[in-house]
């Protein structure tokens, strides 16, 4: 009879799934690298289980380790992705797919700024050995010593590697604010009445805008920049695409938008906001990307 598994085993999931979600942006992957690491721990004969001093450190380590190699995959998997690749977009309380307990995201997700839109697509531009020293250290407080464990590489390094990308991240902190849904919310009318001067008021001048949809569904394949040509480009989607219902939701903390066609969520739009001006629109058409979204 094989002994049970003391709490902080059984405990680490949540704290797991955190950590791998930040390091991949996809909570799919994120899943499936939680799953994998519980599957090596309870590989180990029962003896050396025990051995473990701290399961906690034994198994955030083995799922670091799996998130490395999995982001030195990811740049190749990617070069054969259709169009732009967007992190998978998370919903609020109130739009997670199942009502249930489990499936709440405060039990799976902490909805905190280390979860933007914004903050994660800089944290995908770093080198895999970056994003892990930078995220396990700054946003989950791990030491540099333990971080080397995982990286490979000495304390040092991870330090250095953690303060480059600190000063890139910087740029990335976009906490959410009233002010921030009501743009949010002036955008949903602009768009709802193809108000063209209304959206480009809201748009800052160079803002960008970046769809996902993976050859999936359909969607501008290259980003569009400059406040005129996104206004445009949104007035097009109004008049050429099918009528959808647009809804106010969270989306990775932070105020956006969802589109319901029938029963259906087929977009989420994400924002970057600065100065009461829309900086970034993510718009994630990609089926896959959407299985957690529900109409709420």
């Known amino acids: 009879m094989t002994d049970p598994q003391p709490p902080e ?38 003896p050396r289980r025990r051995e473990v001093a701290a399961p906690g450190a034994w198994l955030t380590t083995v799922a670091g380790r799996i998130c490395l190699d999995l982001l030195g995959s990811a740049r190749v998997r990617r070069e054969r992705y259709v169009g732009e690749w967007i992190p998978e977009p998370l919903p609020g309380r109130s739009e997670w797919l199942d009502g249930t307990t489990a499936a709440d995201p405060a039990d799976r997700v902490t909805l905190d700024e ?5 903050f994660l697509v800089v944290l995908d531009s770093m080198t895999p050995a970056e994003r892990v020293s930078f995220v396990l250290h700054d946003v989950f407080r791990y030491s540099f010593a333990e971080v080397a464990e995982i990286v490979g590489r000495t304390p040092a390094a991870c330090r250095q590697l953690a303060s480059s990308a600190r000063r890139r991240i910087d740029t990335a902190r976009s906490p ?12 949903k009318r602009a768009w709802e009445t193809s108000d063209m001067q209304a959206l480009i008021a809201l748009l800052d001048p160079a803002a960008t805008a970046t769809a996902d949809s993976g ?13 005129e040509h996104i206004a445009r480009a949104w007035i097009d989607i109004a008049a050429r695409g099918p009528r959808v219902t647009l809804m106010e939701r969270t989306v990775n903390g932070q105020p956006g938008l969802a589109a319901r066609l029938g029963d259906t969520i087929v977009s989420v739009y994400a924002f970057d906001i600065a100065d009461d ?12 990307k959407l299985r957690l979204w529900t109409t709420g």
């Open 9 to 46: 085993v059984t405990g680490e999931r949540r704290q797991l799934i955190n950590i791998a979600y930040r390091l991949l942006g996809s909570l799919t992957d994120a899943e499936d690298v939680v799953q994998e690491t519980y599957a090596r721990w309870y590989a180990l004969p029962e």
């Open 114 to 118: 280390s979860i933007g839109m914004a």
């Open 176 to 187: 959410s604010s009233t002010q921030h849904a009501e743009v949010v919310r002036d955008f």
């Open 215 to 227: 050859g999936l569904a359909p969607a501008f394949r290259d980003p569009i920049t400059g406040s």
């Open 277 to 288: 001006r829309i900086t970034h629109i993510w718009a994630i058409r990609n089926p896959e």
